[in-house]
């Protein structure tokens, strides 16, 4: 169990695919939720959400990008090798509703493969789908085939301008908002771009749904690793989310906690690569 079956080098090999097999869980995910990742013994516990599940394969898909020790760790696996373990699935799944007007879903670099089968499954309910994704430069723009697929309309933006929209995904919603009947905003990826999207949609009391990523241990809820402001109150994302009311979340709060441990992520980073190349 928990075999890698496939695996894929996105965006220059910075971001990575591993489709793995695990029967139990891609029999019971559904979208939004998550699973909890361990390479190996003394390996750390790595939160990520499933971009994708297939339960007759009994397999899911998560992509991930290396930014640390661990994902780096992550990264050395291949097709035959196996993850220590896979918990899950975590968290609350989507609320997936019928709306009476354009639902946008709004992705920034790998919270794309987050947004993939919310968007989708959005769309297979009835609701006309627009999709907008985005990253820095074109070589880091994931799924752009599968989010064209599970959307109606698909804008992509880049911050250089190297591919599609010359700007941020938040302008091409701005320019959405004003122009369509937009009902839902469905928005994952960086907290700064999270936080602007939903400074978009307040003024319009546009529903807006996000999907954060703070830092997470046990994933059950015990460990209180992974609290959140949310509307004034102390939530906890692996089991009250990892989804909420953009409007309610705290978005200067949660950037703090996520720089808690930055000086000591990178000097285990640097370590790492060390090892590897020694």
Do not use: W
Request: with cysteine.
């Amino acid at each position: 169990m928990f075999e890698i079956l496939r695996r894929e080098e996105l965006a220059g090999g910075t971001i990575i695919l591993n489709e793995i097999s695990a029967p139990f869980i891609a029999k019971k995910a559904k979208p939004g939720q998550f699973v909890i990742l361990r390479a190996t013994e003394n390996g750390e516990r790595i939160p990520l959400t499933m971009a994708e599940t297939d339960p007759e394969k009994g397999t899911i898909t998560i992509i991930y990008q290396v930014v640390g020790k661990s994902t780096a760790l992550f990264k050395t696996l291949k097709v035959g090798d196996r993850y220590l373990d896979v918990v899950g699935p975590l968290g609350k799944p989507t609320e997936i509703e019928k709306v009476d007007g354009h639902v946008v879903c709004v992705g920034g670099g790998t919270g794309v493969a987050v947004l993939h089968p919310i968007t989708r499954a959005l769309k297979e309910i009835g609701n006309h789908v627009v999709a907008v994704i985005g990253a820095r430069t074109k070589d880091m723009i994931i799924l752009e085939d599968k989010m064209k697929e599970a959307s109606h309309e698909l804008f992509v933006c880049t911050d250089d301008g190297s591919y599609g929209h010359h700007g941020f995904v938040t302008d091409v919603l701005k320019d959405l908002i004003e122009k369509r009947d937009v009902r839902l905003v469905v928005t994952i990826g960086p907290v700064p771009m999270m936080k602007v999207a939903c400074e978009i949609t307040r003024p319009h009391k546009i529903k807006t749904i996000v999907s954060l990523n703070p830092i997470m241990v046990d994933g059950t809820g015990m460990c209180g690793c992974c609290r959140v402001n949310v509307g004034g109150e102390t939530k906890f994302a692996c089991v009250d989310g990892p989804e909420f009311d953009g409007h309610l979340v705290d978005f200067d709060e949660l950037s703090a906690r996520l720089k808690s441990y930055v000086e000591q992520e990178k000097i285990a980073y640097e370590k790492f690569k060390c090892e590897c190349h020694a």
